[in-house]
Structures are given as structure tokens and as C-alpha cells.
């Protein structure tokens, strides 16, 4: 069991300073939430070592066997896992450090075999070629399993734990979490679409379409990280809890509208980048509403910051 921090519950305007509440998050953590920012660390910089890598070489970015793979999975999971080792620390988890340890080991085998495989210039997921090939995708497949299970235990101690929190940071690490559930649940389908496709239609075919939902997964997957900082930097304005409570609210409803129209779009095989005006309009005012939150609290917290 562990507390959620009073800085986070209690806010006091004109207390300390962003950059200083930043020092102080690293210096409280416990040993496994520094190794897991550690690691979370090296697979954003594994991440950006391809995108460097691509962008010399002229590497293809597209096709199941491109250095992208590596690239976006080092970036997304070290993103990933750094964010949920924060939002965790906020809340009341039973064995947290057990979950949070068995989040980040999933988290590293994930990103090296799609970077092994990438780098052999294999496919990663949906590949039975050969006994390796196929211990890695089975693999890849637990690891997700075990991603999924991990994200439900910390989705119900959004719910179960997060008493304490003010009511803003409640609603925002709730909804990022639930979203986020979202996010593993559309990777579980693409899956599942993918082996199905594989053995009715072969891997041309699969690793042509079971792409189609990674819009909504990368929408989806970094709610977590967007809403609890947007709390966090709105507890750092001075403003009363209901001033921000409304904000975190316009925030939430503009982030769940986004993640739905998205969804749509997915799943109606829609071009992310070509939707019909309605579905772009809407996606477009989502994705503003939540910038213009963002800028009303950097704001705040310059007011604030100029006031004390």
C-alpha cells in the first residue's frame, strides 16, 4: 500500500515552483519507480537512436519490417511506462511494486523483440515462419497479455484508490486510465484480427489490414499521460478546486469525444489523414479544446507564479 503524495492532494497556491515540483518527483520516488523511469528513459532514447537511424540511412517507414517498429514502440512504451509509474504513485495499489516491476519487464521484452526482429528484417507480430519467428510473436502476444492484466489492476485503483486525490487529479487519472484500457483492448483486437486474417487469407493480407486501428490506439494510449498533467499543472495556479475541476472536465469531454471520433474513423477504415468534414471538423474542435486547456493552464500557472 502506498499514499498518494500531499502535493498532489492539497495543492496550496503559489507553493514552490514547476521546475522545483518537478526536482521533487524523482528525489521522493521509491527504488522501483526510479529503475522503472530508468528504463522508461532508455527506450525513449532507443526510440529516438531510430528515428536518427531512418532519417540518415533513408530507411523505409512503412511495411511490417521497417526500423519505425522499433522506433515507435521505444517511444510509445517509454512513454508509456514512465507516465503509468507516475499516475500509480498517486494512488492506493495493493502489491504495486510487484505490478509496476512485471509492467516494466513487459515493457522492455515488447520493445527488443520488435526491435530484433526489425533489425533481422522479419516481421515481428503474426510471424510463424520459423520455431524463432514464432516463439518471438507468441511471446510478443504474453507480453500484451500481461500488459492488459497490469492496466486493469491499475484501472481499478483508479477507482479504489484515488480517494485521496483532489477531485480534479480523481477525474483525471480516472479517465486516463480507462482510456488507456481502451487503448490495450484495441491492440488485443488488432491481434486477434491479425492471427484470424493469417491463417484464412495469409500474412500479405493481415499485415496489410491489421494496422487499421493504430490511430485509435495511439489516441487512446496516451490519455493517461495528457489529463493527470493537465491536473498537475492546474494545482500549480492557485486557483480554488472547482475553477479547476471545470477544466479538467472540458478537458475529459473533449479527450473521450476525440478518442471515440477516432475509433470511428478506425473502424470504418476511414484515412486519418482524408475523413469526411464531419468526422474532421469534430476530431479538429476535440483536439483544440484540449490545447486550449492546456494553454488556459500553462497560463494560470504563469499568472500564479508572476503573483507570488
Same mark, same amino acid.
Given at each position: 500500500m502506498?499514499?498518494p503524495?500531499t /502535493?498532489? /492532494?492539497?495543492?496550496?497556491?503559489g507553493r514552490?515552483t514547476?521546475?522545483?515540483? *518537478?526536482?521533487?518527483?524523482?528525489?521522493?520516488?521509491? &527504488?522501483?519507480?526510479?529503475?522503472?523511469?530508468? +528504463?522508461a528513459a532508455? *527506450?525513449?532514447v532507443?526510440? $529516438?537512436?531510430?528515428?536518427?537511424i531512418?532519417? !540518415?540511412t533513408?530507411?523505409?517507414?512503412?511495411?511490417p519490417?521497417?526500423?519505425r517498429?522499433?522506433?515507435?514502440?521505444g517511444?510509445?512504451?517509454g /512513454?508509456? *511506462?514512465a507516465?503509468v509509474?507516475?499516475v500509480?504513485?498517486?494512488?492506493?495499489?495493493?502489491?504495486?511494486?510487484s505490478?509496476?516491476?512485471?509492467f516494466?519487464?513487459?515493457?522492455v521484452?515488447e520493445?527488443? $523483440?520488435?526491435s530484433?526482429?526489425?533489425?533481422?528484417?522479419?516481421?515481428s507480430?503474426?510471424?510463424f515462419?520459423?520455431?524463432?519467428d514464432?516463439?518471438? !510473436?507468441?511471446? $510478443?502476444?504474453?507480453?500484451?497479455a +500481461?500488459?492488459?492484466v497490469?492496466?486493469?489492476?491499475?484501472g481499478v485503483?483508479g477507482?479504489?484508490?484515488?480517494?485521496?486525490l483532489?477531485?480534479?487529479?480523481?477525474l483525471a487519472?480516472?479517465?486516463?486510465?480507462?482510456?488507456?484500457?481502451?487503448?490495450?483492448?484495441?491492440?488485443a483486437?488488432?491481434?486477434?484480427?491479425g492471427?484470424? /486474417?493469417t491463417r484464412?487469407?495469409? &500474412?500479405?493480407?493481415?499485415? !496489410?489490414?491489421?494496422?487499421?486501428?493504430k490511430?485509435?490506439?495511439?489516441v487512446?494510449?496516451?490519455?493517461?499521460?495528457?489529463l &493527470?498533467?493537465?491536473?498537475w $499543472?492546474?494545482?500549480?495556479?492557485?486557483?480554488?478546486a472547482?475553477?479547476?475541476? +471545470?477544466?479538467?472536465r472540458?478537458a475529459?469531454?473533449?479527450d473521450?469525444?476525440?478518442t471515440?471520433?477516432?475509433?470511428v474513423?478506425?473502424?470504418?477504415?476511414?484515412?486519418?489523414l482524408?475523413?469526411?468534414?464531419?468526422l474532421g471538423?469534430?476530431?479538429?474542435?476535440?483536439?483544440a479544446v484540449?490545447?486550449?486547456?492546456?494553454a488556459?493552464a500553462?497560463?494560470?500557472?504563469?499568472?500564479?507564479?508572476?503573483a507570488?
Amino acid at each position: 500500500m502506498n499514499p498518494p503524495p500531499t /502535493t498532489v /492532494t492539497s495543492p496550496s497556491p503559489g507553493r514552490g515552483t514547476v521546475l522545483g515540483d *518537478l526536482r521533487r518527483i524523482p528525489a521522493e520516488a521509491r &527504488p522501483v519507480e526510479r529503475l522503472a523511469c530508468v +528504463v522508461a528513459a532508455m *527506450l525513449v532514447v532507443g526510440g $529516438l537512436v531510430h528515428v536518427a537511424i531512418l532519417l !540518415a540511412t533513408g530507411g523505409s517507414w512503412t511495411g511490417p519490417t521497417s526500423l519505425r517498429k522499433a522506433a515507435t514502440f521505444g517511444l510509445s512504451f517509454g /512513454t508509456t *511506462l514512465a507516465t503509468v509509474t507516475w499516475v500509480t504513485s498517486l494512488l492506493r495499489v495493493r502489491a504495486r511494486t510487484s505490478w509496476l516491476a512485471l509492467f516494466t519487464a513487459a515493457c522492455v521484452v515488447e520493445t527488443v $523483440l520488435v526491435s530484433v526482429q526489425a533489425w533481422r528484417g522479419v516481421p515481428s507480430h503474426l510471424n510463424f515462419g520459423t520455431p524463432f519467428d514464432a516463439a518471438v !510473436a507468441m511471446t $510478443l502476444a504474453g507480453g500484451g497479455a +500481461v500488459i492488459v492484466v497490469v492496466g486493469i489492476v491499475f484501472g481499478v485503483a483508479g477507482f479504489a484508490g484515488a480517494a485521496a486525490l483532489a477531485p480534479d487529479m480523481r477525474l483525471a487519472v480516472r479517465t486516463g486510465l480507462v482510456v488507456l484500457l481502451a487503448a490495450f483492448a484495441t491492440d488485443a483486437v488488432m491481434i486477434a484480427h491479425g492471427v484470424t /486474417t493469417t491463417r484464412t487469407l495469409g &500474412p500479405d493480407v493481415a499485415y !496489410a489490414t491489421a494496422g487499421s486501428l493504430k490511430p485509435l490506439h495511439f489516441v487512446a494510449m496516451h490519455a493517461v499521460l495528457v489529463l &493527470p498533467a493537465l491536473a498537475w $499543472l492546474l494545482c500549480r495556479t492557485g486557483w480554488d478546486a472547482a475553477r479547476r475541476l +471545470v477544466v479538467v472536465r472540458v478537458a475529459v469531454v473533449a479527450d473521450v469525444v476525440l478518442t471515440a471520433l477516432v475509433g470511428v474513423e478506425a473502424f470504418a477504415g476511414v484515412p486519418p489523414l482524408a475523413p469526411p468534414a464531419a468526422l474532421g471538423w469534430g476530431t479538429g474542435a476535440a483536439l483544440a479544446v484540449l490545447v486550449a486547456a492546456g494553454a488556459v493552464a500553462l497560463t494560470g500557472v504563469v499568472r500564479g507564479t508572476r503573483a507570488g
